[in-house]
Every structure is written in C-alpha cells, then in structure tokens.
C-alpha cells in the first residue's frame, strides 16, 4: 500500500495496512510513518520522487513473496500498539520521564571535525546516555529534504536544507564581504530557510527546553513562536566577531545587537569558559546567577594518552627517527586559527629544521600560498588519521592571540600526553601552568 504524504503526523493509515499484514511503501519526507517503517524490513521507504515510487511499487508488484515477507513484519512490528496497550502505559507509574531537549543550530554536527562539532555531539550524547531524549536541528547543504539520523539511542539530528534563495544570497555576501557567513545569514534572513522554522515550530512545544546554540538561530526561533530558551554561547559572538569583520563594523555590530537579544532573554545562558562568562557579564550588564560554565572536554575513549617511551615506539614502527621533532597544530577555517597559522609559517622558515603537521580546513585559506617545504597542510583527515597524528607528533602547538571560548586542541593535546607550546591568551579558561608560554 503506497503511503506518500508529505510531513504528516502519525499516519493512521499506514497503521492500519501494517497491522493487517500490509507492506506500505512511504517517502523519506512522509513524517510519522517513518517512525514505524524499517526499509526493506517491513516495508520501503524512499526518496520523494515520482520514478522512485514507480520503481519500488514495481518491485513489490513483480515480487509477491517480498511483499507477503515485508507484511509479515510489519504486522510483528505493530501489533502492540494498541488501546489496551496504550491504557496499560498510561497507568505504568514505573515507566520513567524522558524529558526532551531540542538543540537549534546552524551546522550538522557530524561526523565530527571541529571543535564546534566535537563539543555538540559529545555533550548532547552524554545527555542522552543519562536518560535525556535530544534533537538537534542543523542546516545542512547537502540535503535536498528534511533527514533525520539516529546518533545514538536517544540522540537524532534532523539535518534541514538549503534552499537556492538562500545560496544565491550567500555568494553574494560571501563576495561582497569575501568571509565566510552562513551562520549570520541565517540570522539575518530567516525567511529563506523556511523549512528550519517550520521544523523549530512543529518540535518546539514538544520539548522541555530548547537550547539556542550560537545566537544565530535566534530569530529564527523567536518567528517560530518559542517563548522560552536557552543560550549555549560557545564564544563572546560580539568579540570573535568584531576580530572578522575588521572591514565591516556594521554587521559587527549586528551581530553585537543579536547576541545582547539572545542572552537578555535567555532564561539561562551557558559559557564555555569563566573568561567568556565574565565578559558576557560586563559587555551586556547581565547577573551572574543568569549563567553557568560547562567547558569543553576531550574524547578520551578515541584519545589515546602515550608516554614519551610510547611515542618513541610508535615512531620507530613506522620506520620514522625516534629524535625528529614534528610539531603538530589543528584548526578549523576560522579567522584566530588563520592568524596561529601565520605565526607558524614564520616558525618554520626560520628553523626548517623543525616539521610541522597542519590538520583541519584551516589548509583552505592556504592553497595559493607559497609554503615552506618544513609544514605540510594534511587538510580536514579521519578521527583515526588524527589519533596517529596525535601518537606520532613530538609537539602540540597552540600559538592562538585572538578568539573567544575555549581551544579543544589544547585539551586533545594534553590528553594524548603531547607537550605543548602556547601562547598565554591559548590557555585562556583552562587553568594550565605550562613549561613553554610564548
């Protein structure tokens, strides 16, 4: 039985074609029977499209035992659902509360390559083992529909796409300003990303708390009609914005505007660092007890720690001289990483005796530069290649003079066992009294 709505709730329909044996055919973007139907375990679930749906009605047309397989199935999966059941959970007083967090933000999250994205999914997985169901809706380019995946058991990031209005409106920003800005677009035009409020809109009343994550979700979120939220401020916005737009002070301080809008009316704002909690406090007059700190940490189950004897072992499996000295530094495309790098380059030309190892799109902004035959720019690599970077590097280097939050290099650098060399603004909320501050 073809089932091919477009977001509908729960779809009873497709209920009661399973619970009588039925195997029914939806669409990815279909809503609620999605919940129920398992692909090709009992019953199909494809792409919104007319070829698509004629391929798989065939299929099951020409395919009588598949389809009797597949309705068997569904049958098993449904059968509990019912009034009686129903009843029964109602009355369970034992059955514990899930309350639900929805997370708004302007990115998917994994797999996980920056910092950003390390400390949203690590966190909100967290969350979820402790018995919190979570939702996290990103923008995402590479989606034409609205997708939803399972991260873990309680954990799903609904991936919502971009429209073409909105791309071509970021070209033109982007070459009009020559930064990259999809997170201020998003703010600064909601009403080209339609999908994400109505996604915001249809999910919000269903949460216990909604987390704005980043500012920039916030109007979005306002338009949507939630009432009350969260800020998760992974920087001072107004601060890390102001160093990358040098050139272009008004939509600074735009962005300056739509931070103070999201953190005067959070009902609690949560910071990275007590440096960025100080400093929110003073630049917006907002109350101390309106905030709390919860810093990032490191993935120590993909992390390895190794001694210097380990190291040294590592090194000389993969036929590399136990004495060289690689340093190794990561970072994303992003301005502060930028100007760590030019700090490095200038290491490098000086003593090219040293190597040195740049992980992360921060290579991007280096393609058509003349690089010292000393420093070789790896690019955005595996969680595993990055494992054996950090095993095989001699030392972690973390030059950083601008920025805002916290740097989760350092503490990948410290739980791998790395030495590290850093400036004193890169220590910044961590506490570390470290051998070597440049």
């Known amino acids: 039985m073809p089932f091919i709505p477009e977001h509908e709730d729960f779809g009873l329909i497709s209920y009661e074609a399973m619970i009588a044996g039925k195997a029914v055919l939806s669409c990815t973007d279909s809503g609620g ?39 068997q199935q569904a049958h098993n999966a449904v059968k509990d659902i019912n009034w009686p059941t129903l009843a029964k959970e109602l009355l369970n007083v034992n059955v514990p509360y899930q309350p639900k967090i929805l997370v708004l933000n302007t990115y998917p999250i994994y797999p996980v390559i920056s910092g950003g994205q390390a ?9 979820s083992m402790l018995g919190y169901s979570v939702e996290i809706l990103n923008l995402d380019f590479n989606t034409r529909i609205i997708k939803s995946r399972n991260l873990n058991e309680n954990f799903i990031e609904v991936l919502i796409p971009v429209g073409n209005e909105f791309r071509k409106k970021l070209s033109a920003e982007e070459k009009r300003l020559n930064i990259s800005c999809v997170d201020w677009l998003a703010a600064a035009h909601p009403e080209l990303l339609p999908e994400w409020q109505t996604e915001i809109k249809r999910r919000a009343p269903w949460a216990s708390v909604v987390i704005c994550s980043h500012p920039y979700a916030y109007p979005a979120m306002i338009q949507a009609g939630v009432k009350q939220w969260l800020y998760e401020a992974h920087n001072v ?14 939509e600074a301080q735009k962005i300056k505007e739509l931070e103070f809008q999201c953190a005067m009316g959070a009902l609690h704002i949560i910071c990275c660092s007590n440096e960025d909690s100080q400093r929110m ?38 036929g590399l001289e136990s004495t060289n000295n690689i340093s190794l530094f990561m970072g994303s495309n992003h301005g502060p990483n930028l100007e760590a790098v030019e700090k490095i380059l200038i290491a490098a030309a000086q ?22 035959n000393n420093v070789r720019f790896l690019g955005v690599v595996s969680q595993a290649e990055k494992q054996l970077w950090l095993q095989i590097t001699s030392i972690g280097l973390n030059p950083m003079l601008n920025g805002s939050g916290s740097n989760l290099k350092l503490i990948e650098y410290a739980a791998a066992g790395l030495p590290i060399i850093s400036t004193e603004f890169g220590v910044r909320g961590r506490g570390l009294r470290l051998g070597c501050i440049i």
């Open 351 to 372: 003593d090219i005796s040293l190597q040195y190892i740049i992980l992360g799109s921060v290579a991007d902004a280096f393609k058509q530069r003349k690089i010292p």
């Open 33 to 71: 029977a999605t919940e129920l139907i398992r692909h090709m375990e009992n019953g199909l679930i494809i792409e919104p499209d007319c070829d698509e749906i004629a391929k798989a009605i065939k299929q099951l047309c020409e395919n009588p035992s598949l389809s009797y397989q597949l309705g």
């Open 119 to 127: 400390r949203l999914y690590h966190l909100y997985s967290e969350l």
């Open 237 to 250: 916005e107004a601060d890390l914005k102001a160093q990358i737009y040098q050139q272009h002070p008004n």
């Open 281 to 318: 406090q003073a630049l917006y007059q907002i109350p101390d007890h309106q905030f709390s700190v919860i810093a990032n940490g490191a993935d120590t189950q993909n992390i390895k720690y190794l001694d210097q004897a380990g190291r040294k072992e590592i090194r000389m499996q993969m």
